[in-house]
């Protein structure tokens, strides 16, 4: 019988008993940056004369477009970007006793919608009037006029000599507005003989993309004053790159087996080639392009590895035995037609939209060669999001590659549409290390790009194995991994490209091993618990989560299962606006007690959630969050729900959350250095960060003397919370749309015994018994023996 043969478990809060209502607090002192005297009243003057600058420049606007809004925007100092204060600022900036903000920047600009010059009176009066509103003048640096973002220095001619714009539109939080000026864009375009609409591409439900071709810039001359463009940018244009290695050899895939299901992934890429290896394995195709326009070279390489990655390498990497494959192409032979990003996001949404209802597992090895800002979330990302929501799918994306290791400079960040919230994202590591190879076995592939992503949130989120290479006389020598040519042939490549598909299959085979319902934030938590970082890397915490996210992914069984001296405990939720959830039972083992009555025990949490997006609001792109609190009490106590700002009867004395790093030793204890520190241990501090993903593992026994001393005797009780957080834009969205905020969220939380001698999975399913907790085995396709007793 094998260690792992007892399945993880999905357990409830206890409805009124662990839910609880979120209290009031603050107070109204000013903070200690707020102006005062003669330097608040210089401060409004200045800003005063900036917003008269700013109207002169507004009018001209309106004199050409008078029926289309325009926009200023208020550059905000870093003291006052605290949520408590941008209400205050959004209240300021009211018009007509309307919430006008309808955006954030990446240079910590409030965008403020204006209707009619004659508005800014209203601002003015405010400014005016300092002593009534020193916080707001104080936090604000300077207004001006908005004007659109049109960045062109770099931009090239296409073969054919034209020039393929991409034009964004201001999203105005108004759907009569925003329907009004697409349709004088619209009109604009096609009375301009100069400027040819190529599309209109719906990158999510706010944000539709112009692709415009000219013949020479200054016909954008034509355009680049209307009132509602946001950004005019060159049109980015997706290639492959090829760096392959041709081994002349066949190589015997089997056939599936007669009655038998497996799993199946979506292939977005450049088609799969009709190969005895891989016929029997596709179970449909979509394609783009007409025939003579594919080259399916890449998509079989990448169909080859998501299929059969193990057999073709001679290696169990992800233990998946074969997937199925669904043949999406979407991206043309590049030597004959090039494909833009809006081309691609529109390929991309028509498959998927057509066939999600069978297709829920999406590979795509496809992306842009630029790096994402620091400050702001790309478009493709954001498209990549909205066709996941509104399908209920998961795409697995390759973070992208980089050629920078050819000239001894610095790896680049991951692509644009890497920083997809909603995606997997998947960097590169080596399979091994040969003569020439720059990166030692288990470390990050020299091509293979880095996080963290736009406002500093980590991606990529996973490794996997994608080849190693190395430069010599300044060629490049490729150690690459081996998949199928399109000929049925062996070849070997390197990239993210085929990285990622070993992912795919992991996740497939979890999602084909389950009998639950498809659920792709479930998917997402279960692969990230299960990373790990190879042993072989020795970096500090903070370049680890940079260069491998949450590390390399176990196996599907690896996953669903726990041996006798651990268990793993699934909480899979909605926490509502106004609503946290904190549960003062907690299931710890008691067997986990030292004999000198402190707790001992090793704990992995991993929390998922999908945050509330919005586009157009730069870095605070993820507008709510979930903060997550685990450790010990003393007792729990009764509150007096009289007082104004209580509404919970009952709480806890001398509660400590165990996740801070504060709590730890920094010293690694020889015992579990390979077990648990080097592979395992993610401590980071997630506070206000807007963090979609976050995970720990700490181990009880490393708290300092002090801290166990107090808050790991055998006295103490467990507590697990969870609470919500919404920026002040979404909170004002809520109220004026009507609409009910909440979070999905699910949290995976694995209890083990270090030293694998005390019957964990049996007592804490005793414990979910005894506290009224209702609990279940997670539903598999095939039911092993189980045998609580380890036996």
């Known amino acids: 019988m094998r260690e792992k043969n007892l399945p993880i478990k999905i357990f409830e809060k206890r409805g009124d008993i662990d839910e609880r209502l979120t209290e009031g607090g603050g107070n109204d002192e000013l903070p200690k940056w707020v102006l005062s005297g003669w330097e608040l009243k210089n401060k409004s003057d200045l800003l005063l004369n900036e917003l008269s600058t700013a109207q002169k420049r507004i009018q001209q606007k309106f004199n050409k477009y008078s029926s289309v809004p325009t926009l200023i925007k208020a550059k905000i100092i870093d003291n006052a970007l605290a949520k408590t204060h941008r209400a205050d600022l959004t209240q300021f900036f009211q018009l007509k006793k309307q919430n006008r903000t309808i955006g954030f920047t990446e240079n910590q600009e ?227 037609e090039s494909v833009t990003e809006a081309e691609l996001v529109d390929n991309i949404r028509e498959v998927i939209e057509k066939y999600c209802h069978t297709i829920k597992i999406w590979n795509m090895s496809l992306g842009s060669k630029v790096e994402i800002k620091n400050s702001e979330f790309s478009d493709f990302g954001a498209a990549l999001d909205s066709i996941q929501d509104e399908n209920d799918v998961l795409i697995i994306k390759s973070a992208g590659n980089c050629n920078n290791f050819l000239n001894s400079m610095p790896v680049s960040k991951i692509a644009r549409g890497a920083d997809s919230i909603r995606a997997l994202t998947v960097g590169s590591i080596a399979h091994s290390q040969l003569k020439n190879d720059l990166s030692p076995y288990n470390h990050l592939s020299p091509f293979s790009r880095i996080g963290p992503g736009p406002a500093n949130i980590i991606k990529p989120d996973l490794v996997h194995y994608g080849g190693n290479c190395g430069v010599d006389n300044g060629k490049l020598i490729i150690n690459g991994v081996h998949s199928l040519n399109k000929d049925g042939t062996l070849r070997k490549d390197i990239g993210t490209s085929f990285s990622t598909p070993r992912v795919a299959a992991i996740v497939a085979d979890i999602h084909h091993k389950l009998r639950e319902e498809f659920d792709p934030v479930l998917l997402k938590a279960l692969t990230i618990h299960s990373a790990k970082y190879p042993y072989e890397v020795d970096l500090d915490m903070n370049e680890k989560i940079n260069q491998f996210g949450f590390g390399l992914p176990s196996s599907a069984d690896e996953i669903l299962y726990n041996n006798p001296h651990e268990i793993t405990l699934i909480l899979r939720d909605n926490l509502n606006k106004g609503e946290f959830i904190e549960i003062l039972d907690f299931p710890y083992p008691e067997s986990l007690i030292d004999q000198n009555g402190y707790y001992y025990g090793q704990v992995f949490l991993t929390l998922v959630n999908t945050p509330i997006l919005s586009e157009g609001q730069g870095p605070e792109y993820c ?135 005390k019957f964990v999975y049996q007592e804490v399913s005793q414990l979910l018994q005894s506290n009224n907790f209702l609990h279940r085995n997670i539903k598999l396709r095939q039911d092993i023996d189980i045998n609580l007793d380890g036996g």
């Open 110 to 336: 409030l965008l403020i919608r204006i209707d009619n010059p004659s508005e800014l009176l209203e601002i003015s009066t405010n400014l005016y009037h300092y002593d009534k509103n020193p916080k707001v003048i104080s936090g604000v640096k300077n207004i001006e006029a908005f004007e659109p973002n049109i960045s062109l220095d770099n931009i090239t001619p296409q073969k054919d000599g034209k020039y393929i714009i991409k034009v964004k539109l201001l999203n105005y939080d108004n759907y009569q507005i925003n329907t009004h000026v697409l349709q004088v864009f619209q009109k604009l375009l096609t009375d301009n003989i100069k400027i040819k609409l190529d599309r209109t591409v719906r990158y999510t439900n706010n944000n539709t993309i112009f692709q415009i071709s000219i013949d020479s810039i200054e016909a954008l001359f034509e355009i680049d004053d209307f009132n509602g463009i946001m950004s005019i940018e060159p049109m980015p244009i997706y290639d492959i790159t090829e760096d392959s290695l041709f081994v002349e050899e066949m190589v015997h895939i089997p056939a599936p087996k007669k009655d038998t299901e497996y799993p199946v992934i979506g292939v977005l890429d450049s088609g799969i080639a009709n190969i005895p290896q891989l016929n029997s394995w596709i179970v449909g195709r979509h394609t783009s392009y007409p025939q003579n326009l594919i080259d399916p070279s890449h998509g079989t390489f990448v169909a080859g590895i998501a299929s059969f990655g193990d057999i073709l390498e001679g290696k169990k990497l992800t233990f998946a035995e074969g997937c199925r494959l669904f043949d999406a192409t979407v991206y043309p032979n590049p030597k004959l």
């Open 623 to 757: 507008q709510s969050n979930i903060d997550i609190y685990f450790g010990t009490y003393d007792q729990k106590k009764t509150r007096d729900t009289s007082k104004r700002t209580v509404k919970n009867p009952i709480g806890r004395e001398g509660q400590h959350n165990l996740l801070l790093s504060s709590n730890y030793s920094k010293k690694r204890p020889l015992e579990f250095q390979h077990q648990f520190s080097k592979t395992e241990q993610i401590l980071v501090q997630y506070s206000g960060k807007f963090y979609p993903i976050k995970k720990y593992a700490v181990d009880i026994s490393k708290l300092t003397p002090t801290k166990k001393e107090k808050h790991a005797q055998s006295s103490k009780k467990w507590f697990l919370k969870l609470e919500g957080l919404y920026r002040d834009y979404i909170e004002k969205q809520g109220e004026e749309k009507r609409m009910d905020l909440s979070q999905e969220f699910c949290i995976i939380i694995t209890i083990r015994d270090p030293f694998k001698q």
